[in-house]
């Protein structure tokens, strides 16, 4: 059975940091592409970043959260995580860790196969 698991999300003040985590199972986990996205009360669920599948060598992000989000992944964990600082308001969102079979660049909700449940991150003023 194929589980992703966020983890990490919280409280923050504005300018604070925050690191997510994705635990995965049930996954061959190195050949999935994997992605963060968020969703903010009454918005569309948005990307927000990605990692290429087997090494990680390429990453994407939105240009809201770019220089400030760092998304990385360990192979041997089955994890990703994102390194969120500088943390604004608009930040606010439920976070969803999402997995696409080897996916090239996978910006798209539709690209993506698994879906996290969602952790809440808050940021206040």
């Known amino acids: 059975q194929v589980q992703l698991v966020e983890s990490g999300g919280g409280l923050v003040q504005a300018g604070g940091s925050l690191r997510l985590s994705c635990a995965t199972s049930?996954?061959?986990?190195?050949?999935?592409?994997m992605g963060w996205f968020r969703q903010a009360p009454g918005k569309e669920r948005e990307f927000v970043a990605s990692?290429?599948?087997?090494?990680?060598?390429?990453?994407y992000y939105a240009d809201s959260v770019k220089g400030r989000f760092t998304m990385s992944r360990d192979n041997a964990k089955n994890t990703v995580s994102l390194q969120m600082n500088s943390l604004k308001p608009e930040d606010t969102a439920i976070y969803y860790c999402?997995?696409?079979?080897?996916?090239?660049?996978?910006?798209?909700?539709?690209?993506?196969?698994?879906w996290g449940q969602g952790t809440q991150v808050t940021v206040s003023s």
């Open positions: 049930g996954l061959t986990f190195s050949m999935y592409t």
């Open positions: 999402a997995a696409g079979w080897m996916r090239l660049k996978a910006t798209m909700k539709n690209e993506y196969d698994r």
């Open positions: 990692i290429s599948w087997r090494s990680g060598a390429t990453t």
